[in-house]
Every structure is written in C-alpha cells, then in structure tokens.
C-alpha cells in the first residue's frame, strides 16, 4: 500500500501497447482504486496490512473496483480535466501523445481496461503483501501470498525498485508528449 502509484508501472506498458483501443485512465485508475480500501478500513483495523478486504480479491477486481474506475473515468475526468485545461492551457494532460482527460469512447474497452489494472493489482500484490483476500469472502483467514524471501520489505524492494524504475522512465519519456 505505501507505494500504490507504483502499481501503474505493471499497466503502462500494456497500455502503450495498445493504446489505440485501451483506456488510460481506466487501466491507471484500476491499478490504483483496491487501495482506496486500505485507506478506508485502517483506521478500524489498526494496522494497513490487515485492511484489505473484497477490492483486494478478485470478485471485488471484477465488480466493485471496476465500477468504481468507471465512475471515475466518465464523471469526475473529463470535467476535471476541462476545468485544468481552462485554467492551465499546458499539454498535462498529454500522455504518449493522447489526451487522457477525454472519456473513454468505448464501454467494452473501458471495462477491458479497468479490469488489466485491477486484476493487476490484486495479482501483484499477492507477491509483495503477507495479507491477501483473494478468494474474498472465502478463505479470509489464510495468508496467501508468494512472498519470494518471506519477508516484506525485501520482497517489496525487489518488486518496487525495477516497478519505481519504470514509472518515472514512463514519465519523464511520454508525459506532456505529443
């Protein structure tokens, strides 16, 4: 959870990959969105590890965190990106040469989109967290994860620092791009 914008170096490269049918915002924002749980249950948990629950298992990637993406990407998007583009009039909303403050012309690949980077998420974390509800509301109890050393911060290193990498290389490259 510390390093949820890290998740969107798993879907660029998708994502520029097929840029000319796949959603930048849907594909960005749903390998971010399970996360917005953790920040909702911690304060009740106690602890961020354990605050994860249906958005972190796969029954929540394919219902609730694509909603919620969707609901992101046709509502509050293009009217945001609208009101910073009168304000600014710079190219930020220029990603690889697309403008990603447009709402996705397509349900179907909105939906595609949205769900690469929430399955993204959920499956990524599975090699990065101890706690991981992935059959959610089944088996809640188990730890499964594929933690490769057994030890988070070592495991989250070896997964962060090449996904950190990535990222800034992808923005530093393309963003404000034509």
Avoid at 13 to 30: E, N, T
Avoid at 121 to 146: M, R, S
Avoid at 155 to 177: D, E, N, R, S
Wanted: hydrophobic share 50%; with cysteine; proline share 7%.
């Amino acid at each position: 959870m510390p390093l949820t914008p890290f998740h969107l170096a798993s879907v660029w490269p998708l994502w520029l990959k097929g840029k000319r049918k796949l959603h930048f915002v849907c594909i960005s924002l749903g390998s971010a969105i399970p996360d917005i749980e953790v920040l909702l249950l911690s304060p009740f948990t106690g602890e961020r590890e354990y605050a994860r629950g249906l958005m972190h298992s796969y029954l929540g990637a394919f219902t609730i965190d694509v909603m919620i993406t969707l609901v992101v990407a046709y509502l509050l998007v293009p009217p945001l990106g609208r009101w910073l583009r009168s304000r600014k009039g710079e190219d930020w909303h220029i990603f690889a040469g697309v403008d990603i403050a447009r709402p996705p012309r397509d349900l179907g690949w909105a939906v595609v989109s949205a769900l690469i980077g929430t399955v993204s998420h959920v499956t990524l974390d599975v090699f990065t967290h101890v706690y991981n509800p992935i059959l959610f509301p089944y088996y809640t109890n188990q730890n499964i994860n594929l933690l490769i050393f057994g030890d988070t911060i070592w495991t989250q290193l070896v997964f962060y620092v090449p996904l950190g990498i990535i990222m800034f290389y992808m923005l530093f490259k393309y963003w404000a791009k034509k």
